[in-house]
């Protein structure tokens, strides 16, 4: 991969151009760091009042898999990154054929579904040092008599579409054998994967950058809680967690990114689990290949951000191991925040919440707020961990937001 560089041109005259498939929140910041190396930006997005697409040099306002958009994407681009996980791999393919695209559809195509992803995790559990849940693998009437049948000791456990989830969608919590049957069909009988409900003591997750040559950098794990199946609060600093599971989780992030020969940014998820140990064991959920939710504090808490590594990873530049400057929390801001008690738009109240010490802002730039929608983050930084929970407190009481836990 010869390198992009910011600035250059064309034998043509164009600028240095990154292009990415999907216009949301994600897109949005790529942008906006691409933009600040100096490139110029490409957005292939359906939707005309997407955050990404506000913010490119271009916006191509076609389906994904459209071949006139693809092909114009190709044109204006060297190379090519995706922001959401869904991303059809047919439109990864296309684009491949002329550009580089990082992360390829190969991987995506593991990331997008639960078996093969989980496949993934057992195939380098002896490299990464750790396993997912135990489970079963449910795509046909007998595998779920069977499941039924044979493998009670998945149960109470969560029944988890193999495709197409997010943010605790597809997914149903079952105690027996009878709700199992139900929850099945109530999924419409696709592939789904049976896991174990395991006894979480908390969750975390942990982001890697690698490049086309195989150079790896990684972030220290952050530690995450959700509601609702929606992330809540990331707790990024020193002593987030134990610092032995740290360890292990950071190793095997960047064993499952080497295994991938992973190209761009990923995110890996774990569970810590209760297992009679002092500090519990570590347990692998799921990856996201591309920057992550969780991950937005390093915007304003590390030299280099998530989204700074993706660029230079898709770009072929080095890539500078990162260093966290400051101890950070950061606070999902969902549509409910813009919402009163009767449903009506109310605004929050920035003022105050703008006056704390530490609190950096991020509006996604979406138009309209709904419960759940994910509208925004706000980070705080501080010299101190102590500092940094105090006013993420205030936050929280100021914004009415739920989830929180020091
Ligand atoms: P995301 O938005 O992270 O992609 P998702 O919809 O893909 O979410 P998961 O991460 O698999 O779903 O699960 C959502 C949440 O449900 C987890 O963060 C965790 O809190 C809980 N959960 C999932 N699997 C288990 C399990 N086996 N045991 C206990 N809790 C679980
Ligand atoms: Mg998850």
Sequence with gaps: MKPIYPGSADAAGRPATLGVLGGGQLGRMFVHAAQRLGYFTAVLEPDTESPAGLVSHHH?????????????????????????????????????????????????????????????????????????????????????????????????????????????????????????????????????????????????????????????????????VHVDGILAVTHAYEGNMPPALATRARDAAVAIAQQLSYVGVLCVEFFMVEDGSEHGSLVVNEMAPRPHNSGHYTLDACDVSQFDLQVHAMAGLPLPQPRQHSPAIMLNLLGDVWLDASGQRREPDWAAVLRLPGTHLHLYGKLHARAGRKMGHLTITGPDVASVTAVAQRAVALLGLPGYDD
């Excluded at 996980?85 to 439109?91: G, I, K, L, M, R």
């Excluded at 079963?136 to 039924?148: D, G, H, K, N, P």
């Excluded at 605790?168 to 709700?179: D, I, L, P, S, T």
């Design 60 to 224: 191509i306002q076609t389906d994904y898999c459209d071949p006139a958009g693809l092909a114009q994407l190709a044109d204006l681009c060297q190379a090519v990154t995706t922001e959401f996980e869904n991303v059809p791999a047919q439109a990864l393919h296309a684009l491949a054929q002329t550009r580089p695209v990082a992360p390829g559809a190969a991987v995506v195509g593991i990331a997008q579904n639960r078996i093969e992803e989980k496949a993934h995790f057992v195939a380098c559990a002896d490299l990464s040092g750790v396993t997912c849940a135990p489970y079963a693998v449910i795509e046909t009437a007998v595998e779920l008599q069977a499941a039924q049948d044979e493998r009670t000791d998945l149960l109470p456990g969560i029944l988890k579409t193999a495709r197409l989830g997010y943010d605790g969608k597809g997914q149903v919590r079952v105690r027996n054998a009878a709700e199992l049957a139900a929850a099945w069909a109530e999924l419409g009988s696709v592939a789904c994967v049976l896991e174990k409900m395991l006894p979480l003591t908390a969750e975390c997750s942990v982001l890697v950058a690698r490049g086309w040559d195989g150079q790896v950098v990684s972030f220290a794990p952050q530690r995450n």
